[in-house]
Each structure stands twice: as structure tokens, then as C-alpha cells.
């Protein structure tokens, strides 16, 4: 099921800063069926963690390097603990093998892309499938998430590559030009542009704003397999099925440096993010590091015992965000100004957004300073009671999301409020917990909310019977000038 020479197809990722002044590592999957764990400074494997019987075909890591994901024949995406190599999920649904696999950037998610013609896109708390998206003619070989979380790109093994909104689960471009299978696709820094990578032996950048290719690069010889930009967004480096990897210029397609030193092809190359080390995966077994300003191997990394399909630094980024409030329990009313807050290193600007559906859809708030690290935020009209906020640095590269959902109320009284003993309790109800009839006696003309301040009904003073057999059990708030009363519908 490989699309490469000798039947092989080959992916790999990048997400660190390599430097002497800390550990360095990485994760690779191989054709062996295992996920190891490599120290760079020493070119030892700290932990082999076993994904099935062969053909791991990905692999990625969160952006905190705290956990991993890797995908393969057995047809699952599996989730890992690093520190101790725990294995926490297996996310199942596929019919047919995965290809590729990726975190979100809050690495609460993730996308994988199958043999079936499918992307799924799943919740790692609990292993569940959230959406599937459909419509594709052929298999999918490729993904890649935008940082918000809202757009995929994925390539496909009958030439073409797509752009998804998740929320909507919408097809909003087709990417056309490649002859062959697109089997590498990466956002642009800024996630206004994209590069592919094709069996066609060509680069192809690509502008999202209206799906037309900027430039073609063909510096290779045989099929490309991965690609990656360069953290500044003006370079390429790209691995090849000609046992080369290529560091080219976007601006004019010119090939900077090549790096030569694997005896089979490659298995994909990434870039380090700080710009200065690359590292690459091929079928001769090996895993090599590079350093890019001079074409150097550092090390070469041995002991998987097939073609290592996939591998990918592990270093936590120096920037970080923390959202301090709202972050789960919190009921604002609609109308309130309340004090969004966080904790932040190394970030000047953060974006703001929330979502009323548990972290389906989100709205933006706003664009500000990260410091002072609070925001003034006049809670709209949206009454729900899965609130969430994200804040993310202004590329979305990194970002943290409320631990647990919120509310917002529409009337202005908290869930606290008709517990108060010094209000008066003119009204008159019974049965109470009731069921499917509720009687009252009003004093005057009333309202009945839910807890989510929505109202219910109106009613005139004077004693009524309620059919309540449609209303969902809970607690209902009856309000009447002054006078409340908490009333309880049970089944």
C-alpha cells in the first residue's frame, strides 16, 4: 500500500528548536510497526512503543511534546503519553489504513486521513469522531490543520488537494495542477498559502486566497514526497524519492542547498524553528540530522528495523498561553462586562474567540496586546451553557482553551440567585417537584425562565394549570415583580 520506489510511501514533520543548551528529541514511526523515542544528543532510543504488527505511517507530536499520535495498518490513529509511553486512546473508524495523522494546535484534537477516502476529525479526551469529511474520489495521503483550528488541507492520491472549514464540513477550494498524487501538503507560517509536493516530481506553492499556484519548483528528479516551509515562509525544503533533500527559494524556485547522504529515498524532511536544522527519514532504515547552512549530517540515528516512515523533532516552543478565566463554572450574564484573562511568554499580540457549542464553531472577539494579560468583554446575547474562550499568539501557533465549559445567561440573575431565603415567596406551587401539570397562583402577571434565563412562558396574575409534559426536566425560575420561586420538573 506504499506509493513510493519499491512500493514505499514516506512522510515526516517537524516542531522544535535544536540547540545545545537543552535536550533534544525525537519520535519516529517505522515499517516495523513501532513508535520510538530518540535522544538527539546521544542517537539513542529511549522508548520503543508498539503501534501494531507493521507499517506505522505517521507520526506527530502536541506542541507541549507531552504526547504523540501515529497511524498505520492496523487501521487505527493511537494516542500516546510520552513520559512514560502510555498508551491513552485508540481512535477507531477508518475501513482502511491511515496514511497521515496531526495534532491541532491546543492538542485537544486531531485529523487523520485514510484509504477510505475519508478524513476524521476526533476528540482525544475520549476518542470520539466528531465530523467526517467526505467527497473525495480517492485516497487521502496528506493533511494539515490551520491553527485556529477551523481549515484543512489535504492531498489526494488523484491529484488534486483540497481546503476544508471544518465547522461546516465544506470543500471551499480545489487545488488543481499536479499530474499525480499529492502526497505532502503544508499551511504557510501565516496560513495564507500552501505547499504540495507530488508524484510528478514537482513543488507547487500555492495562494489560498483564490487557489492559484504562485510558483512551480522542479528541482527533483523523481517523485516528491515531503515538503515544508521554511519558518520565515520564504523556502522550501523538500525530500525525494531521488535519495536528495532540497532547500529552495520560493521567490524564483532557485535550490539553495542539497543534502545528500541516504542510500534509498526519502521518507519526508521538516525544517527546525529556528530555521537552522532539518532532519530526514528513508527507506534505508535510517533517520538523519542536518545541519541546513552548510549541508552537514550531525548524527544519523540507527535501529529501526524497516523503512521509517515518518519522524519528527520533540521540543516544547518557548512561547506560551494559559487562560485564566473564564475556565470552566463561570455564569455571565448577557449584557455584563467581565474580565477575560491569561498568562502568556513570549507572545506581543493575542486573538480572542469563543464558542457557544463546546468548541465546534467559534466567533472572534478581538485582537489585542498580550499584555496587560486581561480583556473587557461585554457578553453577548448567546445564552448557552457550553461556553468555551481560546486565546492563541496572532498565528494561532500557539493557544490554550477553558478547561471546562462556562455559561451565559440571558436574564440578569445568577443560577445562585433564587436561592436567596430573604426573597419573598408570594407565589403559590404545586405539585412541586411536579410532572407533567404545574399549578399557580400568581399575584400578579409572571414569567417562567429556564436556568439559561430563556423564557419560558408569560402569564397573567391568577391561578393557572400548566401542561409541562414537553418541558424537559430541571429547575425553572417563576419571576413576578420582586417574588421568585424555584420550581423542579422531574419524570
Same mark, same amino acid.
Given at each position: 500500500m506504499k506509493?513510493?520506489l519499491?512500493?514505499?510511501i514516506f512522510?515526516i514533520?517537524l516542531?522544535?528548536?535544536?540547540n545545545?543548551e537543552q535536550p533534544?528529541?525525537a519520535?519516529?514511526?517505522s515499517?516495523?510497526g513501532t513508535v520510538?523515542y530518540?535522544?538527539l544528543n546521544?542517537?539513542?532510543?529511549?522508548?520503543?512503543?508498539?503501534?501494531c504488527?507493521r507499517?506505522?505511517d505517521e507520526v506527530?507530536v502536541s506542541?507541549?511534546?507531552l504526547?504523540?499520535l501515529?497511524c498505520?495498518?492496523d487501521?487505527?490513529?493511537k494516542?500516546w503519553?510520552l513520559?512514560?509511553?502510555a498508551?491513552?486512546q485508540?481512535?477507531?473508524?477508518?475501513?482502511?489504513e491511515?496514511?497521515?495523522?496531526?495534532?491541532?494546535?491546543?492538542?485537544?484534537?486531531?485529523?487523520?486521513?485514510?484509504?477510505?477516502?475519508t478524513?476524521?476529525y476526533?476528540?482525544?479526551?475520549?476518542?470520539?469522531?466528531?465530523k467526517?469529511?467526505?467527497?473525495?474520489? $480517492?485516497a487521502?495521503?496528506?493533511?494539515?490543520?490551520?491553527?485556529?483550528?477551523i481549515?484543512v488541507?489535504s492531498?489526494?492520491r488523484?491529484?488534486?488537494? *483540497?481546503?476544508?472549514d471544518i465547522?461546516s464540513e465544506t470543500?471551499?477550494?480545489?487545488? *488543481?495542477g499536479?499530474d499525480l498524487s499529492?502526497?505532502?501538503?503544508?499551511?504557510?507560517?501565516?496560513y495564507?498559502?500552501a505547499?504540495?509536493g507530488?508524484?510528478?516530481r514537482?513543488?507547487?506553492y500555492?495562494n489560498l486566497?483564490?487557489?492559484?499556484?504562485i510558483r512551480t519548483i522542479n528541482?527533483?528528479?523523481s517523485p516528491?514526497y515531503s515538503v515544508?516551509?521554511?519558518?520565515?515562509?520564504n523556502?522550501?525544503?523538500s525530500?525525494?524519492? $531521488?535519495?536528495?533533500?532540497?532547500?529552495?527559494r520560493?521567490s524564483d524556485g532557485?535550490?539553495?542547498?542539497?543534502?545528500?547522504?541516504?542510500s534509498?529515498?526519502?521518507?519526508?524532511?521538516?525544517i527546525?524553528?529556528?530555521?537552522?536544522y532539518? +532532519?530526514?527519514?528513508?527507506a534505508d532504515?535510517?533517520?538523519?540530522?542536518w545541519?541546513i547552512?552548510?549541508g552537514?549530517?550531525i *548524527?544519523?540515528?540507527?535501529?529501526?528495523?524497516?523503512?521509517?516512515?515518518?519522524?519528527?523533532?520533540?521540543q516544547s516552543s518557548?512561547?506560551?498561553?494559559?487562560?485564566?478565566s473564564?475556565?470552566?463554572?463561570?455564569n455571565?450574564t448577557v449584557g455584563s462586562v467581565?474580565?477575560?484573562?491569561?498568562?502568556?511568554?513570549?507572545i506581543?499580540?493575542?486573538k480572542i474567540r469563543?464558542?457557544?457549542?463546546g468548541?465546534?464553531?467559534w466567533?472572534d472577539i478581538a485582537?489585542v496586546p498580550?499584555n496587560?494579560?486581561s480583556y473587557?468583554?461585554?457578553?453577548?446575547?448567546?445564552?448557552?451553557e457550553?461556553c468555551?474562550v481560546? +486565546?492563541?499568539?496572532?498565528h494561532?501557533?500557539t493557544?490554550?482553551?477553558?478547561?471546562?465549559?462556562?455559561?451565559?445567561s440571558r436574564?440578569?440573575?445568577?443560577k445562585e440567585w433564587?436561592?436567596?431565603?430573604?426573597?419573598?415567596e408570594?407565589?403559590?406551587?404545586?405539585?412541586?417537584p411536579?410532572?407533567n401539570n404545574?399549578?399557580?397562583?400568581?399575584?400578579e402577571?409572571?414569567?417562567?425562565?429556564?436556568?439559561l434565563?430563556q423564557r419560558?412562558?408569560?402569564?397573567?396574575?391568577g391561578?393557572?394549570?400548566?401542561?409541562t409534559?414537553?418541558?424537559r426536566?430541571?429547575v425553572?425560575?417563576?419571576k413576578s415583580?420582586?417574588d421568585?420561586?424555584?420550581v423542579?420538573?422531574?419524570?
Amino acid at each position: 500500500m506504499k506509493m513510493l520506489l519499491l512500493s514505499l510511501i514516506f512522510s515526516i514533520s517537524l516542531s522544535s528548536v535544536l540547540n545545545a543548551e537543552q535536550p533534544s528529541f525525537a519520535i519516529s514511526g517505522s515499517d516495523d510497526g513501532t513508535v520510538k523515542y530518540w535522544d538527539l544528543n546521544t542517537g539513542e532510543c529511549i522508548r520503543t512503543m508498539v503501534h501494531c504488527e507493521r507499517y506505522v505511517d505517521e507520526v506527530d507530536v502536541s506542541n507541549d511534546c507531552l504526547y504523540a499520535l501515529s497511524c498505520g495498518y492496523d487501521m487505527n490513529v493511537k494516542y500516546w503519553r510520552l513520559p512514560d509511553g502510555a498508551l491513552l486512546q485508540t481512535l477507531s473508524g477508518h475501513t482502511y489504513e491511515p496514511n497521515t495523522c496531526v495534532f491541532s494546535s491546543n492538542g485537544r484534537y486531531a485529523l487523520s486521513g485514510a484509504w477510505d477516502n475519508t478524513i476524521k476529525y476526533w476528540r482525544l479526551s475520549d476518542g470520539v469522531c466528531l465530523k467526517t469529511l467526505t467527497g473525495y474520489p $480517492d485516497a487521502v495521503m496528506s493533511v494539515d490543520i490551520s491553527g485556529d483550528g477551523i481549515y484543512v488541507l489535504s492531498g489526494e492520491r488523484g491529484m488534486f488537494a *483540497r481546503y476544508w472549514d471544518i465547522p461546516s464540513e465544506t470543500c471551499l477550494m480545489v487545488l *488543481r495542477g499536479h499530474d499525480l498524487s499529492v502526497n505532502s501538503i503544508v499551511f504557510s507560517p501565516d496560513y495564507r498559502y500552501a505547499l504540495t509536493g507530488s508524484v510528478d516530481r514537482s513543488i507547487k506553492y500555492w495562494n489560498l486566497a483564490d487557489s492559484s499556484c504562485i510558483r512551480t519548483i522542479n528541482v527533483h528528479s523523481s517523485p516528491v514526497y515531503s515538503v515544508r516551509f521554511s519558518p520565515d515562509g520564504n523556502f522550501v525544503l523538500s525530500g525525494s524519492s $531521488d535519495k536528495t533533500m532540497k532547500y529552495s527559494r520560493l521567490s524564483d524556485g532557485v535550490c539553495m542547498m542539497v543534502f545528500e547522504g541516504h542510500s534509498y529515498g526519502l521518507a519526508g524532511v521538516d525544517i527546525s524553528s529556528d530555521g537552522e536544522y532539518a +532532519i530526514s527519514a528513508s527507506a534505508d532504515w535510517n533517520i538523519k540530522l542536518w545541519k541546513i547552512s552548510d549541508g552537514t549530517c550531525i *548524527r544519523t540515528l540507527t535501529g529501526h528495523s524497516a523503512t521509517v516512515q515518518s519522524v519528527i523533532f520533540c521540543q516544547s516552543s518557548s512561547k506560551s498561553i494559559k487562560v485564566i478565566s473564564p475556565n470552566g463554572g463561570e455564569n455571565w450574564t448577557v449584557g455584563s462586562v467581565q474580565q477575560i484573562e491569561w498568562e502568556c511568554a513570549n507572545i506581543d499580540t493575542v486573538k480572542i474567540r469563543y464558542s457557544i457549542d463546546g468548541g465546534s464553531i467559534w466567533t472572534d472577539i478581538a485582537e489585542v496586546p498580550a499584555n496587560p494579560a486581561s480583556y473587557s468583554w461585554t457578553v453577548p446575547n448567546t445564552p448557552s451553557e457550553q461556553c468555551l474562550v481560546d +486565546i492563541s499568539d496572532k498565528h494561532n501557533s500557539t493557544t490554550d482553551c477553558s478547561d471546562n465549559c462556562f455559561t451565559i445567561s440571558r436574564v440578569g440573575f445568577s443560577k445562585e440567585w433564587h436561592f436567596n431565603k430573604s426573597t419573598p415567596e408570594k407565589i403559590i406551587a404545586y405539585p412541586c417537584p411536579f410532572k407533567n401539570n404545574l399549578s399557580l397562583s400568581l399575584p400578579e402577571n409572571a414569567y417562567i425562565f429556564n436556568t439559561l434565563g430563556q423564557r419560558i412562558v408569560s402569564l397573567p396574575k391568577g391561578k393557572h394549570s400548566i401542561d409541562t409534559s414537553k418541558w424537559r426536566e430541571g429547575v425553572y425560575i417563576v419571576k413576578s415583580g420582586k417574588d421568585c420561586k424555584r420550581v423542579v420538573k422531574v419524570n
